[in-house]
């Protein structure tokens, strides 16, 4: 067993994740993405009902921890990665923050994980969504301005994954509110809550602001939808560390 989550499970996510940053037709790429997602979750849900029967608390007995590997590591933040990192993050209850131009992830190890892995791969359609739409669409991005086109591009397809994630949590905390399976998964992320609270100085920061391009934000947010996931010391000084989302 891998983490908490059993080794063939992990092996399908990683199964679907591949087929799908390898396909072609990007509605084949978000089902694969999506499946894998439901996976997870499904598996969540099952074991909050065990743990629930069981009268236990938590989901697994692992300990919230501070990654020491940066889930993205660059120069300077990025926008849009920072903003996809967050959705994906809380989706798979841990959180994140920027130390510098690094996205640094809080959780537990198998969130942590699950997190690399659907942030490797969403990243990577993203990328690969623009750059088609660049290659397709010429006469619109052109080469002034290619640069503020591409980066609206980007966050508006994170956008559209962030969304989708946020209704498929709704959807989720409706359908099993008031259980106590949805209590012990709610705790989970409250829990990395209240441990970042208490290890890592953290200061607000407003977001940088992208140079608007409204049409190709709307073209990014539809790319990003078609990429629907399908929701169902620690050093660092306070100067140096922000908080995302």
Known sequence: MTNNIPDNI??????????????????????????????????????????????????????????QTPLYEGKKAI????ALANAIARANNCRVFLQGGNIRIVGKTTGVALTRFLFDYVCAEVERLCDVSIKRDRDVTGKVGAKTWANNFKLGAATAVADNLAASQREVQQKYAGTQAMVIISREGQAVEAFMSNNIKLRNKEAHKVAGDASARAAGYQAGKSIDLNRTGLGASASETRLIG
Not at 30 to 53: R, W
Not at 79 to 82: H, M, Y
Request: net charge negative; charged share 25%; glycine share 4%.
């Open 10 to 67: 992990l092996s399908r996510v990683q199964k679907l994740l591949k087929l799908a940053a390898n396909n072609a037709n990007v509605n084949e790429a978000a089902n694969a993405a999506a499946k894998a997602q439901q996976l997870i979750d499904q598996y969540n849900l099952d074991m909050a009902v065990l743990a629930a029967d069981k009268g236990e608390t938590e989901l697994s007995s692992e300990k919230i921890d501070f990654d």
């Open 79 to 82: 926008t849009w990665k920072g």
